[in-house]
């Protein structure tokens, strides 16, 4: 079975610029994360969908970040405007329920400079 | 908010030795899991512990889930350079929310 598939794996943007991030989950799973990691904050959560719906995106960090599922297969991760300090890797990230284990993409490594 | 710390942040052993790594909360987990992440890579689940005082083997990797469900450890035997990557554990609350820990960064020396 494919795994979470996330693109792009590397992005490299100026500031100010869009950035569309994007999944696409493991078949069947109906949970969806968005995790964001950074040596300083470590791995963070950004927004949970739970049957495509938006459970908890309390982790958002501002209105410049926001996210979409709009079905059980695909999902993006929008930056706009995007500033350096957003550099990242986005992790997406599904499950079968909420609290079973989790499986990772490979992460978009996304650079703002 | 992180609610979970790990301890030592980083580790860096020779081949044969064993070590272990700490995860400690003031928050009961309903179950705890540690995850690898290797470099390039998302992390991938080892284990899953639930209940308090459980110890679970994945062959030189020793997972124990402390009694009051707050804290856990990771006890590796005779590391190997393969063992080399990012250790997470997640605590899991009531609602099945997971929050990872800190991380511990581990290199072993050949």
């Known amino acids: 079975d494919a795994g979470v598939i996330q693109s792009p794996r590397h992005e490299v943007t100026e500031m100010g610029q869009e950035v569309t991030l994007r999944c696409k989950p493991i078949s069947g799973h109906n949970s969806l994360f968005w995790y964001r990691q950074t040596m300083m904050r470590g791995l963070e959560l950004l927004i949970y969908?739970?049957?495509?719906?938006?459970?908890?995106d309390s982790g958002m960090p501002e209105d410049r970040f926001s996210a979409k599922m709009p079905n059980a297969s695909f999902s993006t991760l929008k930056i706009q405007p995007s500033e350096p300090r957003d550099s990242a890797v986005y992790f997406c990230?599904?499950?079968?329920?909420?609290?079973?284990?989790?499986?990772f993409g490979e992460g978009s490594w996304l650079t703002v400079v | 908010t992180q609610l979970l710390e790990q301890s030592p942040q980083f580790l860096s052993i020779q081949e044969g030795e064993n070590l272990t790594v700490y995860c400690n909360s003031s928050s009961v987990f309903s179950s705890l899991q540690w995850y690898r992440q290797e470099p390039g890579e998302g992390p991938v689940l080892l284990v899953t512990?639930?209940?308090?005082?459980e110890v679970k083997k994945l062959k030189r990797l020793t997972f124990q889930f402390g009694d009051a469900r707050k804290d856990s450890s990771l006890h590796i035997t005779a590391a190997q350079p393969g063992d080399t990557g990012l250790y997470l554990c997640?605590?899991?609350?009531?609602?099945?929310?997971?929050?990872f820990g800190t991380g511990t960064s581990l290199t072993v020396i050949p």
């Open positions: 512990v639930v209940t308090g005082g």
């Open positions: 990230a599904s499950s079968w329920t909420r609290g079973n284990t989790i499986y």
């Open positions: 997640a605590g899991a609350n009531t609602g099945n929310q997971f929050y």
């Open positions: 969908f739970n049957n495509n719906v938006p459970i908890d």
